[in-house]
């Protein structure tokens, strides 16, 4: 009994820690990709012309100079049945705390870098904003099979909940859900 107690105790604890090197990691890696973007904003957006500022959800320049960079979103792919984190990021670009387009940023593996690589997605950034305000979202989905996007949510359970995008019905589905979907 004994040992028992202390083999669930020393593995409650290796949990812990291994959940703080991982939160340690990702705020870490959150970090790196932040200051990519803030490095990235006058380049990107700044070289867009006045008169396609609006197809991006800024009125004019000095909105720019007031822009301020979101929460990181991760980028998740499926292969092999596996759900896989892609080293992709977008980051909402946010105007008066609303977001207005999203930055894709990765890491690439040759150099170790985070590269700004893509500016855009108005639509997409309102939708993962949305979700983000409920506190819950994980990450996003890729889903190149069936041309879908997912939104990530955590559950209270410790799994994995998904919402298609745009989601007009609030269905959510399962992983088991989505690979039956690739499948079909």
Not at 98 to 103: D, E, H, I, K, Y
């Amino acid at each position: 009994m004994k040992n028992t107690l202390r083999l669930t105790v020393l593995s409650l604890i290796l949990a812990l820690i291994s959940n703080s090197i991982f939160s340690q990691e990702t705020s870490q890696h959150h970090n790196n990709v932040v200051e990519a973007v803030k490095h990235s904003i006058q380049s990107m957006v700044g070289s867009i012309p006045e008169n396609m500022l609006p197809n991006y959800g800024i009125k004019n320049r000095d909105e720019i100079n007031r822009a301020l960079v979101g929460r990181p979103v991760e980028i998740y792919t499926i292969v092999k049945n596996e759900m896989i984190f892609t080293n992709t990021w977008r980051v909402p670009l946010l105007i008066d705390n609303q977001p207005v387009a999203l930055f894709t940023v990765i890491l690439d593996n040759n150099t170790n870098q985070y590269k700004t690589v893509n500016f855009g997605a108005t639509i997409l950034a309102r939708e993962i904003s949305n979700c983000n305000e409920k506190n819950d979202l994980f990450g996003m989905l890729r889903v190149y099979e069936i041309k879908k996007d997912f939104t990530i949510h955590s559950s209270s359970k410790g799994s994995y909940q998904f919402a298609p995008i745009p989601n007009e019905t609030k269905q959510l589905y399962s992983l088991k859900e989505i690979l039956t979907l690739i499948q079909q």
